[in-house]
């Protein structure tokens, strides 16, 4: 395999095209404010810097790209260069996530707000024909090209398969952010995209695959020269603009390696090239996902920040993430070129899962993150028991038909959740029963050193207060939060039912109340009716008949 000289000139233009860039970048970004200041907690720098270094990138890439299409260059190019009318789809998604990472390192974008800029520019590289329509992965060929939906905008069609549509959006929004998560030194991200660029550009060129090696090569020499000015100690940052450029770049250079030329090669080697930033993603999700977290919280156990407290500085901290990078790449040109996606896939995970071991045991963290895994997966077992218990008891309370029937369920359910001594009182005093469980000074005089809580809570005009206090040998049982939460919500069912139960009664007696006043009304009206006047004979034949019975016969 010869590289011509054109890809040579295209990797000149795109290196000098940033370098000549990249200063006025500095300037623009000084100017609009888009600074990036120490924090004392996440950042490693101790100074202001700028941080919209992906203007520059994008000017090296466009440089890169377009200037060797110019007619007094072209005849010097040994390169059949693609028509640039069929890449339209690429500019428009780079300008997308250009203006997305400009305002979010300006002005700063909520996690929802950028993921929602990301996908719409993936959809507007969907819609051009930049799409995952099927996956061939270690001799599995699945097709995702099912079901799709026909459509017209302004005479041109379209077309939206569902299965392809969701790949496609996970593939680029996924290579987005590990590119972003791992922007986090001097040099680390652009000297790691710098790589993984390189070896695509080879595996492109090994496989034929001009309008591919035209793209990555072009930001291989862009990346270069960003790299003079953000090796420590940096200028210029990449913000949110150019790292989010970086994976957007690799994620298209990714799917038409994929897809076309004479020999189209795996996406798995793609994947593996850039598989020091979806290792250090992968950790941080499972990190955050353990320790209960949200996915957008930020913190200091990345894998640049583990090797910065083990005592190396930033460049030293680089070169060695650099090595792993190389190591990646090197698994994957030799997988491209002996044709085998197995030993590439073996090489890439077993060298990320040693060279991850080593490090976060190194201070610890393997053995905190397994801790906190361990303390997750048994509050989630004791959360899940709780749930049902009290599920369970508040479907019982709602079919109780008297405040006693309710009071012994939520007695005989706080005893399952560890908490025998239970004490409910409200306005009504004839609950809860006389010579229940627990009495209130039972329970203030009980052990002070159990856990305890108080609830109050109101329905229906009811208040109802709840004292509870875990007992002295519940240590192996539920957590005390996860307890008391759950007796929590089942008092607020214990207070809507009192409620109902009080309702219902006081619409009982409202009846009986209405049925009285209806038969004390009909009863005065009975009394009200006038007596009739008896008949003048028949008054007479009744006298007769009483005085002498015959006398009335005759």
């Not at 002295?472 to 089942?490: M, N, S, V």
């Amino acid at each position: 395999m010869v590289i011509s000289n054109g890809y040579l000139m295209i990797f000149a233009f795109a290196m000098m095209g940033c370098v000549l860039a990249t200063p006025l970048v500095t300037l623009f970004a000084g100017w609009v404010g888009a600074i990036d200041k120490p924090d004392g907690y996440r950042r490693i720098h101790t100074a202001s810097i700028p941080r919209l270094g992906g203007l520059g990138l994008a000017v090296g890439v466009a440089v890169g790209v377009l200037l060797p299409h110019a007619s007094a260059w072209s005849p010097n190019f040994s390169v059949n260069l693609p028509d640039l009318t069929r890449e339209w789809p690429i500019g428009i998604a780079a300008l997308i996530i250009l203006a997305v990472g400009f305002i979010d390192d300006t002005r700063s974008l909520g996690p929802r707000v950028k993921l929602l800029g990301q996908a719409a520019a993936v959809m507007a590289l969907y819609l051009g024909g930049i799409r995952i329509e099927r996956i061939d992965v270690l001799g599995l060929d699945l097709g995702l090209g099912r079901g799709a939906i026909e459509f017209a905008v302004m005479g041109r069609p379209f077309d939206v398969a569902p299965g392809s549509l969701a790949v496609t959006l996970f593939w680029f929004l996924g290579c987005m952010n590990v590119w972003n998560l791992i922007d986090g030194m001097d040099g680390l991200a652009s000297g790691v995209g710098l790589l993984v660029s390189g070896t695509l550009t080879l595996v492109a060129l090994h496989n034929q695959n001009v309008e591919v090696a035209i793209l990555s090569i072009a930001l291989a020499g862009s990346l270069a020269g960003f790299l003079l000015y953000n090796w420590h100690p940096a200028c210029i940052f990449l913000g949110d603009s150019g790292a989010l450029l970086i994976g957007l770049l690799i994620g298209v250079i990714g799917v038409q390696g994929s897809l076309k030329g004479p020999s189209a090669i795996s996406i798995l080697f793609p994947v593996l090239a850039m598989g020091l930033p979806i290792s250090d993603t992968a950790m941080a999700i499972f990190r955050r996902w353990v320790r209960n977290l949200p996915m957008s919280a930020a913190d200091r156990r990345h894998v640049h920040h583990i090797l910065i407290g083990l005592g190396l500085n930033p460049r030293q901290a680089a070169l060695l993430l650099y090595c792993f990078s190389g190591f990646l790449c090197g698994a994957v040109l030799l997988g491209v070129s002996l044709r085998s996606e197995f030993l590439a896939l073996v090489l890439g995970i077993s060298g990320c899962l040693a060279f991850l071991v080593v490090v976060t045991s190194r201070r610890d963290e393997l053995h905190n993150l397994m801790d906190d895994f361990q303390a997750r997966m048994t509050r989630g077992r004791q959360e899940r028991q709780a749930a049902k218990l009290t599920w369970e008891a508040i479907q019982r309370v709602e079919l109780c038909r008297s405040p006693l029937a309710a009071f012994e369920i939520l007695e005989k359910t706080a005893e399952a959740l560890g908490c025998p001594r239970f004490h409910v009182a409200c306005a009504d005093a004839s609950f809860p029963p006389e010579g229940s469980a627990a009495t209130l000074d039972a329970i203030e005089d009980g052990d002070e050193a159990s856990p305890g809580a108080i609830v109050r809570t109101t329905a229906g005009g009811l208040r109802i207060t709840a004292v509870m206090r875990l007992s002295a040998d519940a240590a192996g049982g539920l957590a005390p939060d996860i307890a008391f939460r759950y007796l929590q919500r089942l008092t607020r069912s214990l207070a809507d039912r009192l409620a109902a139960l009080a309702a219902e009664e006081e619409a009982r007696r409202a009846e009986e109340a209405a049925l009285a006043a209806e038969e004390a009304a009909r009863a005065l009206e009975r009394a009200a009716e006038p007596t009739p006047a008896p008949t003048p004979g028949l008054g007479r034949s009744l006298a007769l008949r009483q005085v002498d019975p015959g006398l009335a016969r005759r």
